[in-house]
């Protein structure tokens, strides 16, 4: 334990002695005034946090690991690590995972209660999983501790709902929203306007915008969709499309993928890409769909908004200025269901209690208004982050100035669909959701490519399910 000296014991300065601390410290500024100027920098850099009436220095010391996908979201906010290393004293050692290993290096360091990383970035379907085996811990004691949380200051309310949703079980939260997306339609604006196209309301609305500029011979299709076998790839776009077919994922308390809406939904995925897709598209992931798209050969795609990044960039897309963005479709029940994704950080509840809250001083900050500004319009770099956490910042006019050349209506599109098309239930959140997501993805695939009818793909599907369930 470290003591500090009693005043009373501590000896003041004589007059000549002060008088030479004095005239140091003058000469000093007079001879390195950028010592002052930095100094004042880091003030001014520090002083939106300090205004929380918390004790940000109380984990003082501590080290923690926090693993991250590549992406220059996170990369944004690692640039600011040194900020929350000056604020706090605690040091960050940010690790770059795969997005394809990352669940897997989580689960197993959670589940073996090792303690490697004190917070990763973290798939919200993976929730019911770590809180059904207690890996991590609930947030509300830290959002309700105000010596850890300003509430005035943090304001959790203002993070956008869908995503406090995803990050919750049974209305307890496990994990903060840091970055995250949803589904949205992008179209070719100017090939719109001129053959006369409205951006579609409903599905039939899509198929026959798609077919209007279906023209394969010229290298231009009418739509492309994800068909990439993976829990986030074909099911990420396979959910909005069973709901808006009026397809649910449970039958009372058990999970039945293969009803009849959902027969039709399947139906409808495969007979559409096959009519106006490329070919290649049954093997695409949103990169391979957003470059397509930017090189000039897609009239229409849906995907995450934070594609959008790809078909801004000068050097290499072709459709700058080009582009409209609206709201995914409704379907035959007259529903919109969008995506509902982020990266959110939970507290690893194998860590000690001064590590815990090193972590949630990490997360508070990373969460934070300020720096969710500071890695989106802020930001000294190209990559101006989309995917910002809180209703009042996209309801911003920075953010509307910094996201004006992304294309028409792409702030109000994403913005709505966040706030009205998203529901927590777009995909089963259950603990066996790993390997449930797998089981489907494949069975979808296997229909995209033709080796089986939907009906087989999806009664297989859950065969395979119902054991997992009951194992």
């Not at 918390?54 to 900020?83: C, H, K, M």
Request: proline share 7%; glycine share 6%; net charge positive.
């Amino acid at each position: 334990m470290r003591h500090r000296p009693d005043p009373s014991n501590v000896s003041k300065p004589g007059r000549r002695t002060a008088l030479k601390q004095a005239t140091a410290l003058g000469t000093l500024a007079i001879a390195s005034p950028w010592l002052l100027s930095t100094a004042q920098a880091q003030e001014a850099d520090l002083a939106p946090y300090r205004s929380a009436k918390i004790n940000w220095r109380q984990a003082e010391g501590e080290t923690i690991s926090v693993a991250v996908i590549p992406a220059s979201y996170f990369d944004n906010l690692a640039s600011l690590l040194p900020q929350f290393e000056a604020l706090t004293g605690i040091k960050v050692r940010m690790e770059k995972v795969p997005p394809g290993q990352i669940r897997q290096k989580a689960t197993l360091d959670l589940s073996s209660k090792t303690g490697t990383y004190a917070t990763h970035a973290a798939d919200p379907m993976y929730y019911p999983l770590y809180v059904a085996n207690k890996w991590v811990d609930p947030l509300d004691k830290y959002l309700n501790d105000t010596t850890l949380t300003d509430p005035a200051w943090f304001q959790y309310e203002d993070i956008l709902k869908a995503w406090r949703d995803a990050d919750s079980i049974d209305g307890k939260p496990y994990g903060i929203p840091y970055d995250g997306e949803v589904t949205v339609q992008v179209y070719r604006k100017d090939l719109y306007d001129a053959k006369g196209l409205k951006p579609a309301t409903t599905l039939d609305e899509l198929v026959s915008n798609a077919k209007a500029l279906n023209d394969p011979n010229s290298r231009m299709y009418g739509l492309a969709l994800r068909g990439f076998a993976g829990a986030g790839q074909n099911m990420y776009i396979y959910p909005s499309l069973l709901h808006g077919f009026g397809g649910k994922w449970f039958a009372g308390k058990d999970i039945r993928v293969n009803s009849p809406e959902a027969v039709r939904a399947l139906d409808w995925y495969v007979n559409t890409l096959t009519q106006y897709a490329p070919p290649a598209v049954r093997n695409w992931n949103w990169p391979d769909i957003a470059d397509a798209f930017s090189q000039g050969t897609l009239g229409c795609y849906i995907d995450a908004h934070s594609s959008a990044a790809v078909l801004m960039n000068p050097e290499k897309s072709k459709v700058v200025g080009k582009v409209g963005f609206a709201r995914w479709p409704k379907g035959p029940s007259d529903k919109c269901v969008s995506s509902i994704w982020n990266w959110g950080f939970p507290i690893n509840a194998a860590l000690p209690d001064k590590a815990k809250k090193a972590t949630w001083l990490f997360i508070s900050w990373a969460t934070a208004a300020e720096t969710q500004a500071r890695t989106s319009w802020k930001f000294a770099g190209p990559a101006k982050r989309s995917g910002i956490n809180r209703t009042s910042l996209w309801k911003s006019p920075e953010f509307a100035n910094a996201m004006k050349d992304a294309g028409h209506n792409f702030v109000q599109a994403a913005l709505e669909s966040l706030e009205q098309d998203t529901s927590v239930e777009w995909r089963p959140r259950v603990p066996q959701w790993p390997a449930i997501g797998e089981t489907m993805a494949t069975g979808i695939q296997s229909a995209l490519v033709g080796q089986k009818k939907s009906k087989e793909a999806l009664d297989e599907a859950q065969a395979r399910i119902s054991q997992l369930m009951k194992g």
